[in-house]
C-alpha cells in the first residue's frame, strides 16, 4: 500500500553521474533535494470533491531547492516550476501549469507559492488534484500527491527534479499533519562538527562521518489501511551524503529494511590520493518517508 507520503524522485537530465562518477560526488550541477513547508497540506475532514479539497487545503507554500553548481563559477542558471498531473511524466510535458520561472544562482533556490499548488488548473479548467486522482490507482486513499517538475540549465547543462506534493486529510481522529525532519548535528571523527567554521582534516584518510542521535525525533503515524482501519507506522529516516571531492560510503544510510530494522549511518568520506588542498563542501539530505526532507551543509580544510 502506498502510505501517507510524498515521494521524492531526483531525476535523470543531462547533470546525471555516469559510470565513471561517484553518486556522491558531486562536481557539476545537480539538484540534491526540493522541500516544501508544510510537508504537507492537511485538512481536518476528508472529501472526495476536488473542488472542497482545494478549497480546504489552498494555502501559501514556501518551496526550496538545493542546487549546487560547483564547477558553474558562478553563473546565473535558469528556472521553471510546473504543477503535473502525471507523476510519470518526468519532464512534466504533458497536462501542467507553470507555477514560476526566473534566473537564479548555485546555493538555495526559495520560491514563495500562493495560492497553493492544489489551487492549479489546466487550460480547460479541469484541477490538476482531479487529473493526478483519475490516474491514482487508489484514488486518493493515504493522501493525494501532486507532481512538481523543477527544471534548472545552465549553459549546456540542464536537469529536472521531481517533488510530490501530498494533500492529507484527517481520515482518522488520530492523524495528523506531518512535521518536517530536521538532523540535530552531524558529527566528524567523533566530534561536534558545526556549520559556523569549517574544520580542518589533513591526511589520507577516510574521515568518520555520522549524525547526531535523532532517534526520538523519529515519528509515529497513522494511516489507513484498505479495510479503512488506522494502521500504526514508525517513521525510520534516511540520509544522502554528498561532497565536492572525494567518495562517501556507503553514501545512503538508514530506512527500514525488509525485516522492518533501521541501518545505521555511519559512514567515511575518502579523498582521492591526488587531491590538492582545498575547502571541501558537504551536504546531508534527511528523508522521512512521507515527503518530509531537509538538509544540512558543511565544509572542511582539506589538506593531504
Not at 85 to 94: F, L, N, Q, S
Not at 282 to 289: A, H, L, M, N, Y
Amino acid at each position: 500500500m502506498r502510505h501517507l507520503s510524498i515521494i521524492l524522485g531526483l531525476l535523470l537530465g543531462a547533470a546525471c553521474v555516469g559510470s565513471e562518477d561517484t553518486p556522491s560526488n558531486v562536481k557539476d550541477l545537480r539538484v540534491l533535494s526540493i522541500r516544501t513547508d508544510p510537508p504537507e497540506l492537511f485538512a481536518d475532514t476528508c472529501s472526495t470533491d476536488p473542488a472542497l479539497l482545494v478549497d480546504a487545503l489552498v494555502r501559501p507554500v514556501r518551496l526550496t531547492a538545493l542546487i549546487p553548481d560547483p564547477a558553474g563559477e558562478g553563473r546565473d542558471l535558469d528556472y521553471t516550476l510546473w504543477a503535473c498531473a502525471d507523476p510519470d511524466d518526468d519532464t512534466c510535458k504533458e497536462d501542467r501549469v507553470e507555477l514560476a520561472r526566473g534566473v537564479t544562482k548555485a546555493g538555495e533556490l526559495v520560491i514563495n507559492l500562493f495560492p497553493g499548488p492544489g489551487a492549479a488548473r489546466l487550460a480547460d479548467g479541469t484541477f490538476l488534484v482531479q487529473k493526478v486522482l483519475e490516474k491514482d490507482t487508489y484514488r486518493g486513499l493515504g493522501g493525494v500527491r501532486l507532481p512538481l517538475v523543477l527544471w534548472v540549465r545552465g549553459g549546456n547543462e540542464q536537469v529536472y527534479a521531481q517533488k510530490l506534493m501530498v494533500y492529507g486529510c484527517r481520515f482518522f481522529p488520530e492523524m495528523k499533519p506531518n512535521e518536517q525532519p530536521e538532523l540535530p548535528g552531524l558529527l566528524l571523527e567523533g566530534q561536534p562538527w558545526g556549520a559556523e567554521a569549517p574544520r580542518e582534516l589533513s591526511g589520507p584518510g577516510p574521515f568518520k562521518l555520522e549524525p547526531a542521535d535523532f532517534s526520538a525525533l523519529e515519528e509515529p503515524y497513522v494511516v489507513p489501511s484498505f479495510e479503512l482501519k488506522p494502521v500504526q507506522l514508525q517513521e525510520s529516516w534516511n540520509l544522502s551524503w554528498y561532497s565536492t571531492l572525494g567518495r562517501i560510503s556507503p553514501d545512503n544510510t538508514g530506512g527500514a529494511d525488509l525485516g522492518g530494522g533501521e541501518g545505521k549511518h555511519h559512514v567515511e568520506w575518502q579523498p582521492p590520493a591526488s587531491a590538492q588542498a582545498q575547502e571541501v563542501r558537504f551536504w546531508v539530505v534527511v528523508r522521512d518517508g512521507r515527503g518530509g526532507m531537509s538538509w544540512v551543509t558543511r565544509t572542511v580544510k582539506y589538506t593531504p
